[in-house]
């Protein structure tokens, strides 16, 4: 037999618990602030002046166009050069985040342009003020409408993760690629870490297409 | 005329010491790019098209692979092929190759993705007027349905590859000495970051650009097959669906 | 109450109206025929600047729409101008255009609230009582989507009176109903029109419905006005060709 239960039985605890935590962690600080982020790129986006639209809609394409990795590389090489330092962690979330608020902004573009141009017809016979046409009218029917799309980049932002192992974060694949050069052997750790990602993403990905279903009728 | 060389080591200061290792690693992000694309093109294509299929055991296979591909990401799919594989099978890949194959595999499953889609976008009317033609199923497919799911396929395919190119960089994670891995040698020897993470950044950028230009012309050209004027772009929104 | 002088609107290269001149009285009512694309949908839009002029002027109670004075120039009018000047319109649309994030009582109050400052319980009030009068009181709570076509219109038109304008613009507010639900709202509508003196600019193409509730009746025809007067002189005898080959197309169809 090459599989080697007594050693899975193990290590699975500790990626069970501690890796998974960091996985869950680096998941959710990201998609919190990519989809805080992605909403205010979207609106700086759509600004009138085209001194605010214009570049913060090239950094946004440039972002999206380049690695996710060599973007961690420069927060976490070149962040410290400037005096801040935080933990490699915080560094990926950062990482995590900014680079799907370029993604996540387009989703809620798609999803503002996508309220009726009678709702704001609507908003200006009403005399309501610019910005309660914006807060009370236009993002809740936006934001409901980028759910399913918001719910796709969350599974992303996920899967996406392990890249925070390549500087330094241990979650469940930086544990995996720990414990297997413990022995040279990365068979059941990396097996393991991989049956996590496929366990939790696809159901995920399925509960997301009939969400999105649901809100199509 | 003056031609400059950007990998020349003739440069002046940082650019000369810098980009010829840089240029060295783009050669390997370019191979490793190209040949995921070549590879998830030739998956997507039979593999998208199965998901279209009649059959239900067609169709679920074709299922099975696209959802196991897209469960996790290129760098776990890399590293298990690199490292656990090896123990599982008994013969260790090269990493340049285990990179081409795990990014052909992911995106592949993606691709199939579109595929599917774009061939179930072309209106059942056309497949119709095939049938009432008396057109082989091959010939349906040939002539009538993948020339206009083509169109539909580009704007896609563009954002795809774009993803792919980018994930070119996880194969640094096994050492392939790609634009990325080089970057970080070059930093982690003394060279300024500044410059070579902002030169890193920059290649990268450019690839993109170029491969979405290609793909402009791509779709201009599949475009005027089907006599269409050239659909208008939505930056990403193909990604979404990717995704 | 309204003026219009010399107001031409051009889309691109299409002339929707053409130096066009109208006023209207306080408290007349007046209601807009003509064929598809002749114009009057885009009066009603002006007035709601929701359209901006391609020249000339609209005045709306000796306010111009599109310009302000400064000093003795006069520059285009800014938000707050806008603001100020459509407190007085009102407007229900063709497509009713309610909130569907926001359930009935919340799409009436909302504007009082944001744009009047209204305190919420009195602004609720008013809306219960708007609700009662539009006989939907048992669906304050409800989401639009719940309602009906005709329910959603009175719904609509209960939002547009809470903001207590002086014009009440109505673009075509049956057209998109279900036929056995345009007597409802039209029902409403002669209320309204009859109880206020709520000054009322109306597009139709119920005729019928047009007699009931004007003072006057206005056909358009490519961006002007082809004749004017009474509804009964224009329902009855039109002096016109051109309005009584529109009337005879409306009426046989």
Known sequence: MIWDWDWTLEILPGLLTQGLLVTFQATLGGAVLAFVLGLFVALLRRSRRPYISRPVGAISEFIRSTPLLVQLFVLYYVMPDFGVRMTALTTGIIGLGVHYASYTSEVYRAGIEGVPKGQWEAAIALNLPRHWTWISVVLPQAVRRSLPALGNYLVAIFKESPQLSVITVVDVIGLARELGSERFRYLEPMTIAGLFFLLIAIPASILIRRMERRLDT | ?243 | ?253
């Open chain 3, 1 to 253: 109450m309204i003026r219009f002088d010399q107001v031409v609107k051009r889309f691109g290269d299409v002339t929707v109206l053409r130096e066009l001149d109208f006023h209207v009285k306080p408290g007349e009512r007046v209601t807009l025929i003509g064929p598809s694309g002749s114009g009057k949908t885009t009066i009603l839009r002006l007035l709601m600047t929701l359209e901006r002029v391609t020249s000339g002027t609209i005045h709306v109670d000796g306010e111009c729409l599109s310009h302000v004075r400064r000093g003795d120039r006069k520059v285009p009018a800014d938000e707050r101008h806008l603001r100020q000047v459509r407190k007085k319109i009102g407007m229900v649309f063709q497509q009713f255009n309610l909130f569907p994030n926001m359930n009935v009582l919340r799409n009436i109050t909302e504007a009082p609230v944001r744009a009047l400052g209204v305190p919420r319980e009195q602004a609720e009030e008013k809306a219960r009582e708007l609700l009662d009068m539009v006989d939907l009181a048992d669906k304050a709570q409800a989401h639009p989507s719940q309602l009906s076509g005709g329910q959603q219109q009175r719904v609509a038109i209960a939002r547009a009176l809470a903001m207590e304008p002086e014009v009440l613009l109505l673009d075509e507010v049956t057209s998109a109903l279900d036929p056995e639900l345009v007597s409802g709202v039209q029902n409403l509508l002669r209320d309204i029109a009859h109880q206020g003196n709520l000054t009322l600019l109306c597009v139709t193409h119920e005729m019928n419905f047009a007699r009931d509730i004007s003072h006057r009746v206005l056909m358009f025809d490519q961006g002007q006005i082809v004749e004017e007067g009474p509804p009964e002189q224009i329902f009855t005898e039109p002096e016109q060709q051109r309005t009584r080959d529109f009337l005879q197309a409306v009426l046989n169809a």
């Open chain 2, 1 to 243: 005329m003056i031609t400059i060389n950007p990998c020349s080591a003739e440069l002046p200061g940082a650019l000369g010491e810098t980009m010829p290792f840089l240029c060295d690693g783009a050669v390997i992000t370019l191979q490793s790019a190209v040949g995921g694309s070549v590879l998830a093109i030739a998956i997507a294509l039979p593999v998208g098209l199965m998901a279209t299929s009649r059959h239900r055991g067609v169709r679920a296979a074709a299922r099975v692979y696209m959802e196991f591909f897209r469960g996790t990401s290129v760098l776990v799919q890399l590293f298990w092929l690199f490292y656990a594989m090896p123990l599982l099978t008994g013969f260790q890949l090269d990493k340049l190759f285990a990179g081409i194959l795990a990014l052909g595999l992911n995106l592949g499953a993606y691709g199939s993705e579109v595929v599917r889609g774009a061939v179930r976008a072309v209106p059942r009317g056309q497949l119709e007027a095939a049938v009432a033609l008396n057109l082989s199923p091959f010939q349906r497919m040939r002539y009538v349905v993948l020339p206009q799911a083509f169109v539909e396929m580009v704007p896609p395919m563009n954002n795809l590859l774009i993803e792919l190119l980018k994930a070119t960089s996880l194969l640094s994670a096994i050492t392939v000495a790609d634009l990325a891995y080089e970057g970080r040698l070059l930093v982690n020897s003394g060279s300024d970051q500044l410059i070579v993470f902002a030169l890193l950044l920059a290649i990268y950028f450019l690839l993109s650009y170029l491969i979405t230009l290609l793909m402009r012309f791509v779709e201009g050209r599949a475009a005027r097959v089907v006599g269409r004027e050239r659909p208008r772009r939505r930056a990403a929104t193909a990604v979404e669906a990717a995704r």
